[in-house]
Structure formats: C-alpha cells, structure tokens
C-alpha cells in the first residue's frame, strides 16, 4: 500500500550482488545523472523555495503584499505576542494567533484518537477476513481515502448541515423541532477531519496485523491468556510500529488541515493553515504568513522527530 | 454448554476422543480434514500421532488443543467435555511447530506468561520460570530475546513455557521438524527425559516414522482424517493391519498368496514355494479359507537359506548400507522380494547377481492385512 | 445435530467486528447521500422528489464546469506523467544499486512532499512564484504543472520502486549472458518487467494531482481554477444538486482509476 511505505524509507536495496556486481566497474555518475530529472523538479516547486519561506519570515511586510528587503523579526514576534496600540510598549500574548494554534493542536490530537479508536478494530476487521476478502474490504477503506478531499468534505457537509440528513432525520421523526447546529463548530471540523483521514489509520495498522502471526495468538490463548490479556500484551506490542505510523500519518495532515476548516469550520473557527492563507490574502503580511508556515512545519518535523524515535526505540526492544 | 462429566471413573485415559469430525469450507470447498475419529490416550503416556502431511494428525492436536472448534463429536480431557472451549480454559498446553515464542518478550517472560495469566504470585512465578529454565538448561540466556538465540534454544523456551503451568497434557506439534539431524537426536532423548520427570501426558505429532517408534509409549498411524491402526511401537512394526500402515513404517515385502486355513487369531498361508506357514491376523479379521490375502513380511524377518526354504527367487542386485546389505529378489511369479543381511563380518553381505538363493521367513514373520 | 455452545475463535476480539461494520457505513453513508441527491428531481438535496438527470445536463452545460473539469484532468495527466517519467529513472538510479554518497539525499528530496504540509509547501510556492512572475511577466499553467510534477513524484515513485525491488536480477543477467548490451537489456527485460509499476505509479500520480487542492489554490493564477479549486469556491456559495452531479462523476472517475490501480500493482501468481 503507497501510503504506508513511503514510511519505510529504510527499506532493502542494494541487494548485496548487485553491489558486487557493479562496485568495482562502474562509477555513481549515472545515478545522479538518471536522478537528475527528478531532483531539478523537486529543488525548483518543492524543496528550494522552502528556504525562501525562511527568508522572507524575517523580512518586513510591504503594504500591498509581498516584502521590503530589509530584516525584521517583527513576523515572528507577532506569531506569539502583540503589542497595544496605544501603549507599544504594553506586551501581551497574542490569544487570536494561540487559540488557532491551540485549535489546530488539539483538533489534530483529536482526530488521531478518534481515527484509533475506529480504524483499530476496523484494521483487525479487514486483517482476519479470508485472503479472497480481505483485498475486497481494503479497496473499500482505499477508494474513499483517492477521492477528491473536497467531495469528500462536501459529502459530510450534507450529512450535518441544518438541512442535511441528520437534521432532516431527526426532524421528520419529530426527536428534534429545530435543527441542530453542526455545521461552523468545531465539531463540524473534527468529523470532517477523522472522516477523510481515517484510511490513513486503518492502512499501516493492517499491514502491521497482516504480518502478525496468528500462533501467536494461538500461544497466548493456549497460555491461558484472555481476550483482553492477548490484545494488550502479544496484539498490541506487536502491531504497535504501525500503530504509530498510522497516528503520525493522520496528525501530520490534520495540523496541516485547510480544506475541512474552510468549508465546516466557516470563518470563525480557523486553524493554522486558513490563518496562513489570510496573511496571502486579506492580511497582506507575507513574513507574518512564512513565519506560521514555518511554525506549522516545525510541529510537523518534531512528531516526525518524535515518530523516529519511538520506531528506533521499538527496534531497540525487538533485537535488545 | 452441556457439562457432561464422566468422571474419574472412565478409565485411566487422560483425553477420551468420541466420533469427532472437522470439515473446513463449506459447499464444493469443503475438506473433511478429520472423519469420526474416535481414540482414548492414557494417563501419563507418550502417544504419538504419526503420518504424512495432510493425514490429519494436525487438525486433531488442534481440536484437543482449542485453536479450531469440532464440527462433529466430543473431546474430553480428565473426565470434562471442552469441545467449543476455547485453548486457554483447557488444561493443555502447546509446543509449536516454529515454536510461536513472543518475540517481544524475553525467554524469561515467555516462559513466565502462562503463571502470569494464571495470576500466580510474583514469588511462584520467578521460582518456577527459573526451576524450568534449568530444566531444559537455558539458564544462561533468560534475559535475551527469542531472535538473539538459536533454533535448538528456541525449541528448548518453547517446551519450558509450555510446561510451566504444569498442565495436564502437553501437546507437540512436529517440534522436531525444524532441527538439523543431529540436534534432533539430542531433543528427542531430552523429550523423554522430560516427559519422565515430569509424569505428564504428551501427544506428540510427527510424519518422522524413527523418531515416532523411538520416543512413544503408543501410536497412532493416521491417513486420510482417519486413525488406521494404533498400538505400541512394536505392534505398529510387526503386526500392520493395513497396507499404508505397513507401506509408511519402514521396508516392506507385500506378497499376494492363498488363505489355506483360519485358526483364531492366526492363519495358514501358502507362500510362492508352495509350503504353508503360520501368519498373524489383524484384530477381528476372519477371512474365508481359500481366499486371496495380502501378507506383509519385514526384509529383517526373511534370510537366505541352504535348506528348508519357503520360496526360491533370484538376485538382481544387492545395495550395501553398511550395517546391513539388501538383496532385491525377482520371485517365480516376477513379484519382487527385499531381504536384509545384517553384516556382522567383514563381508558386504552381497551375492552375485542371477544367482538363486532360498529365502526363509522367521517364525512370526508373516502379517495379513486387512482388505 | 444442532449445537448450543458458541465456538471460540482465535482472531475474535469482542466488539471489534461491530465498530469495523460501523466504520464502513460512516465511510460510505455520506458518500451514498450525495451520489443519490444528484439523481434527485428538486434542488433539495434532503428531500427525495423523484429520479431525473437533469443535474447532469445542467453540469454538462455549465460552461465554466467544462473548462475546470477539463483544466483539471489535462493538468493531471501532464503532470502524473512528467513525475512518472521522473521517478521512473530515479528509481532505477537509487534501487537495488550500491549504496552511493548522496543517496539518501535523494530519497530526502523524493519524499519531502509527503512529509511537508501542503499549506507549507503552498505558501513557499506562491512566494517563489509570485518572483518569478514579476520578473519575467509570464504566468501561464507552467507554475501548475511544476508544482503539481513535483508533488506527484513521491507518490509515482513509491509503486515503480516497489516493482524493482522484486524484480529478480537474474533476469537481466541472463539478457547480459546472453549478449545483449545495457540498452538491449533494458529495453527488452527490465521496462516491459517494471511497466506495471510505471503505470501504477502514473495512476497514482493522476488522482493524487486531481486530489492537490491546497497546493492548487495557493499556486493558481487568475482563471486557471481547477475542478477542486472550483468546487471549493463554490461550496461555500449557493449549493444545488449540480455540485452533487459533479462530484459523482469525479468520484467514478476516481474509483475506476483505483480499481484499475489495484488490479495493475497486485503481484502476479
């Protein structure tokens, strides 16, 4: 499956013949040459300019849009704290900036216990259905997760708008007399978001069930374990690499999460990616944008950080 | 569930097996694995369930052991019907076939697992993991983990975990298998031993016809989701009552002849060279005199003779094994005929080929087969 | 004989199987509403007033729906082919080779569109973009393309390089035995051997530029909307079961190319 391997960066190459094979004969330029297409694309619309995100944090925002050349940290200083407009010299943390940050944080946290709690067992599900089925059960978990993010958060939207088939459900069957307002909540957002991530869940946590041998469920059973007992110590020990893989993998693109925010979360309830864009546009403070850009992607890098380090840790455990 | 208890008073059999069947799949697909196999194992033995793979023998031990439920019959073990229980309300316990030790435990702990689940106290754990740490000499490695040890140490965990809760009846799914030659010799004896010390019941799977006639106190030769014949070792050896019993354990001479007369358990039979001599029946077998049987005689049971033989045939070749040597006669009626000379000069036993040579059974030599 | 005991099971854990049930019909309830509302006679789309396509003639006669749809597919395929072709050789560069000074660089750079949020990545975009714009006055679809081939790469790369890892070598040893040069055995061993993989990753690619909406939004210049960026401004507005025609159609259009995706990267027998 694409999307839990591209965790698995150690994977086997250089198989050790190969190596043999060609060390001696022949040099690494036409690797780098073959690479080269690739690399040019990456440096010019993906890596490079991210250096400039870094430049332009600490520069000084021009009126209209884009930057003066004249070094400033005022962008990062304004991500935390704000100064009053009377009294400059009055600092105060800035609460509009830290509750989106704090709103991105725990919605994300959210999300990944809510995609846990139903992609585990949803995960167990697919793994110990027979081998026919199984790739059957796999493709339903994967066509949702290829389509369009906007249908799809157009799809729940549906489902929780004022008029949409919750409300008009529980109307008709007279529970409720005036719709339950879902939609520009918080709520709406966190549905959205464990709704569309939740296939980044189930996938690595199948893969790791998928190699789990079943003798050893055999043996703790036969050790007169119980079903509690073989899941939380042979299940879970076991499937815990991809466990983690799975939170890392909806976490990462929750924190970073624009589309769901925008359309369920209305203008109110931001996160920290609609707070980027608003510096773009309306705001017109483009080192103000860069420095939250890069605030998001240090987030990002230390639960990477965080990821590759309990994965070193698991490995350490398994080989002592 | 119904709690049928037999009681103590069914016999000495520690596991009662009645008419249980397994099909696995269901329609077209469906694979009758296990066919109304009845069987008793007794208290304290070593029983071993011996054939090809595929014959069964597996699926059995898994339905005693609870990993797959019956789809017909009844397994009891100590008096108490547990077919539907599940493996761990069942006082068995299993050594696997690629051993299944938690891999993110360490021998200690794996061995420690059963007593802990049991909630035994702390203290009747460590004294118990250690005494079987010692049991099968692994003291040294108790903190590793399974992968930093070899696949002889593996297999020596896997028994030490499976004996420490003491449980009625261990279970052995082709441990053996894994082992080269040499370290396979050296479990074996180490399996008796254990089972010695211990007094528990083993079952004891295997398709290996050495290590099953060496190590078990009874066997049990399976074929097709069927127990074709059980008995001890010997039994099984001398006196198969079936044709893939007597085909699967060791050499075996198959003559076609003519029953000349039924005396009880035994029967006369005329051999090629026209003389009759006395051959064993199987168990309730009562053939009409005159009819055609199929009689089994063990290549050790046959030697060449000067006089008095029971039939003549003549030498194609001879294969020397060292110890002994085969002689591959052609008989009058172009059946073919092994015989085996043990070698106990210098000689290699051989003779030369065409030559003719008179061939004398041992008394007690001869079997009937069923069928 | 019927039996009263239930049968234990090995890979039952209670309750698992009832919330596995009940994720899928979370996954699929909101899905099924909108593909059902787009056949839906009135512009309700939580009243059910009878079947009627009249949806899909009116989205087929959206002019503007035409231009993004086809905008969109047009800079997927453009795209997922040029990342295609590019991973394609810089997975034949960093597989089943020795290991070479700067390797693991270059999986660095492949990967780093997975691991850098799109929003990130979107705003670096615009910035180096919006320069190069000023600087030499051209702003047409290329900015899209590149952004869109960069971000696809990873994504192409994955199944092509899962293919040459179990390719067997032998193989190419046998053509290089048998006197075929490099090319030669190339050309006749190893692509049409990794061309599964060559496809599957240009499907991936495919969808996953059709899927790019942040990236997409922050990049596009004026009247370059796609079928995502269109569909995100106009959720927002008013909504009619138009949209719910469109979006069943892109949802086929995905499924399809899943499916067939499946069916292309599954190991033969």
Known sequence: MAVTQHIDTTGAQA???????????????????????????????????????????????????????????????QVFFR????????????????????????LAFQTTVICAILGFPTAWFISTRPPGQREIWLLLITIPFWTNLVIRTFAIQEVIRNQGVINSLLMNLNIIHSPIQMMYTDFAILVGMAYVFLPLMVLPVFAAMDKLDTRLLEAGYDLYAS????????????VRPGFIAGSILVFIPSIGSYVTPRLLGGGRNMMLSNLIELQFGQGRNWPLGAALALTLLVIVLVALVFYLRTIGGDEDKQHG | MADRRDGPGSGDNEIEIKRLSKVFGQGDAAFRALDDVSLGIRRGEFFTLLGPSGCGKTTLLRLIAGFEQPSAGEVIINGRQVAGLGPNARPVNTVFQNYALFPHMTVADNIGFGLRMLGKPAAEIRETTERMLALVRMEAMAARKPSEISGGQQQRVALARALAP???????????????????KEMQSELKRLQNETGITFVFVTHDQHEALTMSDRIAVMSGGRILQSGRPTEIYNHPA???????????????????????????????GGGTRRATLPEGLAPDPGSHVTIVIRPEHASVTEEAADFEGTVEDAVFFGTD????????????????????????????????VGVRVADGGIQVLRN | MARARRNFSITALPGFASIAVLTFVLLYVPIATLVVFSFNEAA????????????????????????????????????????????????????RTAKFPGQTMIYALVNQPLMVPEVVTGTALLIFFAGIKVSTGYTGMGYLVAAHSAFCIPFAYLPIRARLQTMDLTLERAAADLYANHFQTFRYVTLPLLLPGVLAGFMLGFVISLDTVVITEFVKSAGQDTLATYMLGQIRRTVTPEMNAIATLFLLLSAVVVVLFFIVSRKRP
């Not at chain 1, 100064?83 to 725990?106: A, C, Q, Y």
């Not at chain 3, 007033?49 to 047009?74: C, H, K, M, P, T």
């Open chain 3, 44 to 95: 309700s789309m939580s009243r059910w007033q009878g079947f009627s396509l009249q949806w899909y003639q009116a989205a087929f006669e959206n002019r503007q729906v035409r231009d993004v749809s086809i905008r969109a597919l047009g800079l997927a395929v453009t795209a997922s082919a040029i990342a295609t072709f590019a991973a394609t050789l810089a997975a034949l560069a960093t597989t």
């Open chain 1, 15 to 77: 198989g050790a013949d190969m190596a043999a094979l060609t060390a001696e004969r022949e040099s690494h330029g036409w690797k780098w040459l073959l690479s080269l297409p690739a690399l040019t694309i990456l440096v010019f619309a993906a890596s490079g300019p991210l250096l400039i995100v870094l430049i332009y944090s600490v520069l000084t925002p021009a009126e209209y849009g884009g930057v003066v050349w004249e070094l400033s940290g005022r962008a990062w200083f």
């Open chain 2, 325 to 356: 040597t085969h002689l591959n006669l052609r008989l009058s009626d172009a059946a073919r005929f092994t015989l085996r000379r043990q070698n106990t000069g210098a000689g290699d036993g051989a003779m030369p080929e065409g030559s003719r």
């Open chain 2, 166 to 184: 003491q449980p009625r009846v261990l279970l052995l799914d082709e441990p053996l298998s894994a082992l080269d030659l040499k370290l396979r």
């Open chain 1, 227 to 238: 079903r509690w007992e073989v899941l939380r110590r042979i299940v879970f020990p076991l």
């Open chain 1, 83 to 106: 100064r009053d407009i009377f009294d400059p010299d009055e600092v105060t943390l800035n609460w509009s900036h830290l509750s989106v940050l704090w709103r991105s944080v725990s």
């Open chain 2, 242 to 272: 079936e044709r893939f019993v007597a085909d699967f354990i060791g050499d075996t001479n198959f003559l076609d002849v003519e029953l000349v007369a039924v005396n009880g358990a035994t029967a006369e039979v005329r051999l090629p």
